[in-house]
């Protein structure tokens, strides 16, 4: 089995389970390493407006660093690696890079979950879909999500079409916003993640779609493989689905990650 790169822990707010559970349910899979890849303080909102079910606060961060590394070391030679998931905000770079070089992280994981202050994936703000123009909300999305790939912060984009999550999409032909998107991330050399959480939510389709996958791999875009576990039984959830979509493409390989530096897991 390959690696997953995209797991949660209590710290985010809204996931279960102690860190150890999470690696023991990994090595009973016989994944040959793990990443674990918290949410980052809300860097992008004002104190008072940022949300503890959705990030850690940032008193957080370092004792979240401090729990990988003693883990690290508790659980050698077999690898953990010290991976985070950072909100991509425009005009926030600045501040995000200040934040990301207090911490010697394996990778950084690119994602966006707001668009305009709307907290696009969250339940609780569903009604929007209805109401939105989902041509300008589909070509937002995608903009931000080639800015984030311009912008040399990340290691890998997680979960790249999170805006289909719930099932609401323009109709017609999406492949000529992946195209504008997939010539930023493959100019930037930035991998993209393979994230099986997709089938877990009510578009029932893992991220990015086969569609744009191929298209990654038309361009030469690496990818990673996440579950995006928020529970110890979802680690590894449906790679055996994910590894076969990605043969079926043409992809042998994966992307592993030490120190921001790249090696190659055949699958």
């Not at 809204?14 to 949410?39: D, N, R």
């Not at 202050?117 to 939105?132: E, K, S």
């Not at 990818?223 to 493409?249: C, E, M, N, Q």
Request: with cysteine.
């Amino acid at each position: 089995m390959p690696v997953d790169y995209h797991i949660h822990t209590k710290m985010c707010g809204h996931a279960e389970g102690e860190m150890e559970e999470y690696i023991a349910a990994a090595q009973k899979m016989g994944l040959q390493e793990i990443g674990f890849s918290e949410h980052i303080p809300m860097y992008f909102l004002p104190a008072e407006e940022r949300d503890p079910s959705v990030a850690m606060r940032d008193d957080e961060l370092p004792g979240y660093v401090q729990k990988v590394k003693e883990l690290q070391e508790r659980y050698y030679p077999w690898p953990i690696k010290l991976g985070i998931e950072a909100d991509y905000a425009l005009g926030m770079e600045t501040k995000l890079t200040q934040i990301l070089r207090q911490h010697d992280f394996d990778y950084i994981m690119g994602s966006i979950h707001f668009i305009n202050g709307w907290g696009f994936d969250n339940p609780a703000h569903i009604d929007n879909y209805r109401t939105c123009d989902l041509w300008e909300l589909y070509r937002d999305y995608f903009h931000i999500l080639g800015q984030a790939a311009a912008s040399g912060l990340f290691d890998t984009l997680a979960h790249p079409d999170l805006i289909k999550k719930f099932g609401f999409s323009p109709a017609g032909d999406l492949t000529g916003l992946y195209r504008e998107a997939l010539q930023q991330i493959s100019d930037s050399g930035v991998c993209v993640e393979l994230n099986t959480a997709g089938l877990r939510v009510p578009k029932k389709e893992i991220y990015p779609s086969p569609e744009f996958l191929r298209l990654c791999f038309e361009n030469k875009v690496p990818v990673t493989l996440g579950s995006d576990a928020h529970k110890p039984g979802l680690v590894g959830a449906d790679f055996d689905v994910a590894t076969a979509l990605l043969r079926t493409i043409g992809y042998k390989q994966v992307v592993m990650f030490d120190k921001r530096n790249r090696n190659y897991c055949r699958i």
